[in-house]
Each structure stands twice: as structure tokens, then as C-alpha cells.
Nanobody, 123 residues
Framework: QVQLVESGGGLVQAGDSLRLSCAAS????????MGWFRQAPGKEREFVAT????????AYSDSVKGRFTISKDNAENTVYLQMNSLRPEDTAVYYC????????????????WGQGTQVTVSS
């Protein structure tokens, strides 16, 4: 099992940057592919980014490609989401998730979830 705790959210202006962190407890973090998802009020949870167990393969949603970067530090048991050029439409609760398999953009594929961190982008 793995427990996930997100941090780094906050209130920023459009065009600003934020870096989210997701700290994992438990053993064998390098066995897990990780994902970031987000959910805005009144909307379904949507895929943001995913990274492979070793951190060498990544994928992004079209809405964040070129602005967000996911990275994974297996030595620190942490996955990051660097968010640049933030837009008001990026406002959401951001969740990290883990699965003991390959990367996936489907939320149902993930077994473990954090509690989420709020990101609010003002115009």
C-alpha cells in the first residue's frame, strides 16, 4: 500500500507558476506509476498528467501540454507537477494517484489517491 499527501496549492494570478508535490509513504515507490488529476466545481475529475514507474515516460492532457511538467523522484518518494502559465480554467482541486502498473490517463485505473490540494487562478 501507499499513502499520498499533496501540497503546494494556492491562489495565484493568471500567468503565474506553481509546483505541486505529492509525497508517498510506504515501500517501493518505484513500483508505482503516478498520475495527476483535477476536478473543478460541478465538473468530473479529469486527467492532467501521468509518469511511469522509473520516471522516463510521461503523458499529458491536451489542455496542459507545453505548460505543465510531471516529474518523479524515487529517492525522495515524491512526484511533482510544475505548472506554468496558469489560466483561470486551471482552477480545480488537484489530486495525485498511484497504480502498481503502467501509466494511464483513466482515473479508474488508479488504486491510491491523495486528499487533494486546491489551486485557484484569478484573472
Amino acid at each position: 500500500q501507499v499513502q499520498l499527501v499533496e501540497s503546494g496549492g494556492g491562489l495565484v494570478q493568471a500567468g503565474d507558476s506553481l509546483r505541486l508535490s505529492c509525497a508517498a509513504s510506504g515501500r517501493s515507490f518505484d513500483r508505482y506509476a503516478m498520475g495527476w488529476f483535477r476536478q473543478a466545481p460541478g465538473k468530473e475529475r479529469e486527467f492532467v498528467a501521468t509518469i511511469s514507474r522509473g520516471g522516463f515516460s510521461t503523458a499529458y492532457s491536451d489542455s496542459v501540454k507545453g505548460r505543465f511538467t510531471i516529474s518523479k523522484d524515487n529517492a525522495e518518494n515524491t512526484v511533482y507537477l510544475q505548472m506554468n502559465s496558469l489560466r483561470p480554467e486551471d482552477t480545480a482541486v488537484y489530486y495525485c494517484a498511484a497504480r502498481e502498473s503502467m501509466t494511464s490517463s483513466r482515473s479508474a485505473a488508479y488504486d491510491y489517491w491523495g486528499q487533494g490540494t486546491q489551486v485557484t487562478v484569478s484573472s
